[in-house]
């Protein structure tokens, strides 16, 4: 029995819940009140949210009491609010009064109810959001608000309008969660300030009233706010120009915008009239311009031109531009430059340049005229060079340089008021080459020629240079005197050459005279004997004879040398003014080889004249025009004695101031002879003269030729102190006799004697040393004693060439110096 | 300007419209003009000192080119015969008018005649080309 009551327990428990199961139906699950809430403070409603209805429809009533009534009511309106909700209309609404509500949801099964849900009206007053809400931007005084309209949240009860909302507004930046908010109070716009240019904003609203909560916010509202906005700045008239005085067109310059769409409009008035146009034409010369055509250009007046920007936010005025379309001409630039290069007969070939005046000047009727100006440079030169041109159309280019291209360009301005037009466009030029063929043909032949030359001459040089050298420069020859070192002399210390000789001091003494002479003699005395034959055969002969003798000792002697020769050309006609002088004298020292230039004659005691010839060289510088004679020194030392007198005879028949017996004054107690043997009537005039003078007096005048005269050693050897005279007085030569040095006479000698030479005598021999001194003006002159009289022509021993005053060119042009020598011929049959 | 009152073309147009003697008496009547009102500025401005030398020595200058102008245009367009008549109603004319030139300021009195100048030169240069064309036109 238990088993079986408890089986059926079971079953019924099990078919309690397999209906559960199977149906699913239950009683409802408990609803909920989810919110209660009053739009406008008179109505309310309530919602709620059901359970779960047990799978049976279900019923849901919602009771409510009032404060701590009992009494309950159903809800009066369930459909108004909405499913689940009910609406308490104006009739059961009481402010200030606490509403008990629950609501009950009934199935078949069962019902459940809600908890209970106390709500005070006051305090659930929501309204809606404020709707409406438009947005604005507005400037003012460069500024900009916002400026945000509402409307307060509809009522279905139009009677409740008396109700007052309090709004809130807030906005923030688009994208950013920056709410600012802001209290409005009871209106329904706003004006918002602190903006942000340029930035976008999203604004809401809400509305309260004055007890209760804020309304939800409002739908969001977005607005941009713009960049700052102004009105335009002042434009600017940059330039007004006329192309061809006929039309003009004036440009502008706008300012800024302001941010806003602006509009220019230009006006203008004439001078004289009152009345402002606006510009006729905005449009033929592009932006920002104003173009007058004919009729609207009058000349010689003055336009008052002005620009006037407008936009939205004002409007600005420019300066007035005053305007005389006569003066604001510029032209265009020529057109159809052309180039022609003319080539006419026997001329250079130049370029003709031609161009023609803009299209649009009238140059026709006279109305504009234009000069036109050049620009050229080649094309690789940096400076342009501008050439005025004047009215023509048309240019001659001569200068350019050929085969160079140049660039040239032409522009033009009105000849009175006006500015330059542009620039043509850049036009090439190339010039032609003008070199010919046979040009370069002649310069290279010359070029090859002239190469072919300087090898020649660099070859020859290069070969023969020594010898070339010679035959141009002759080398000068040393003096040649016995006992002297050349190669002392070249050194130029002369006390050792001094020493050489043995003579010390100067003036040397007679120490060393007499061993010089005595030496001297000692040569002489065999040469002479060769010589008297000689002299017999003539002068010729002679001469042959000597002249290999003279060439032994001498170098660069040549047939000049001869004595012959000299006294044949070196006569009285024949003009030697440089026999005088003596440069050889020293050079044929030198080739000598120490023999000294000397030529004593012995002047024969018995006051026969010895005849000195002496022979000039021609071009030998012969000091003081000693007696040149290129004889050695054979014939320079003769012993005389005989004779008495020397009779000089210097072939220097030009030179006016012998010193021996000037021949042309012949008052002079020496007559010059030029050679002996052919003149023997000089001779005796030479007698005779000489026998006029008590005293044997030897004036020895010799021309000094100058300053330059040869150098005289005089420590040379056989050299016998000769007081010179002096040349500014009465030249005389005073010779000194080495034995009676203390007779010294002067002799003075007629005229002019600008020569004296020295005299060395040589007191054993009687021989009278006659020395050419240059350097020794005042030396003493030595008288010779009235024996002798011997002059000694000594030519220049100095190995240099002294004075080379050669003023006669002569054939027999001595190089290497002529020493005087006294030609010994003349008195060698005295002597005999 | 003391010659605003008279008309002148004032474009080329109307300039080449003119007939050749009504130019000529044009350019006449203005060179006629400013006869006396220079003279009278030559003598203004001598007593200005702060003028360099050169200024008045210019001004005189253009006076005597003025008048020169003026007979030469006269020979050249063999109106001698004409002028007289001519001249003596715009002396008279022209004395008036230049009552009105004492009373400017220098610096108008140049501006002035620096356009009447050009006005002149333009009108000359329109009547050598009508005459002669071949030289520059």
Redesign the interface.
Known sequence: MKQKLISSIQLILLLALTTVGLTGQSYPGKPKIIRCRSLEKETFSCWWKPGSDGGLPTNYTLFYSKDSEEKKYECPDYRTSGPNSCYFDKNHTNLWTTYNITVMATNEIGSNSSDPHSVDVTYIVQPDAPVNLSLETKPSASIMYLWAKWSPPPLADVSSNSHVYYYELRLTPEEKEEWETISVGAQTQYKVVRLHAGVKYVVQVRCMLDLGQWSEWSSERRIQIPNGQSPPEKPTITKCRSPEKETFTCWWKPGTDGGLPTNYTLLYSKEGEEQVYECPDYRSAGPNSCYFDKKHTSFWTIYNITVKATNEMGSNVSDPHYVDVTYIVQPDPPVNVTLELKKPINKKPYLVLTWSPPPLADVRSGWLTLEYELQLKPEEGEEWETIFVGQQTQYKMFSLNPGKKYIVQIHCKPDHHGSWSEWSSEKYIQIPTDFTVKDMVVWIVVGVLSSLICLIMSWTMVLKGYRMIAFILPPVPGPKIKGIDTHLLETGKSEELLSALGCHGFPPTSDCDEELLIEYLEVEDSEDQQLMPSHHNGHPSKNAKMTPKETDSDSGRGSCDSPSLLSEKCRESCPLPSTLQTQDVRDVQENKGGKTSWETQRIASEQKPLLLNSESTKSSTWPAAQLPNNQPPVFAYHSTVDAHKITLNITNANVAPVSVGNEEKHQSQYSVTETVHDDMEKQREMENFHSKTAQTTVHVRQNRLNDKSPFLNPKLMDYVEVQKVRQDEQPAVLLKHKENTGKTEKYTVPGTSKEYTKVSTVVDHNILVLMPDSRIQHSPVSQEPAKETSQNLQQGQAEKNTSSSLTAPSKCKRETGGSEYIDPSSFMPSFK | CHT?GMP?P????Y??KIPREELTHLILKLLQAWKEPLSHFNQHIEHHQELPDDSLSKAKQISNMVHELKTGVEKSMGIISNSLNGMASSEAAGLSISNEANMMSDSDFIHCFR?DS??V??YL??????IM?EN??
């Open positions: 605003s002148t004032n474009g080329k147009e300039a080449q356009r050009n006005k030169q333009s240069k329109i009547l050598k080309c009508r064309p520059s036109c």
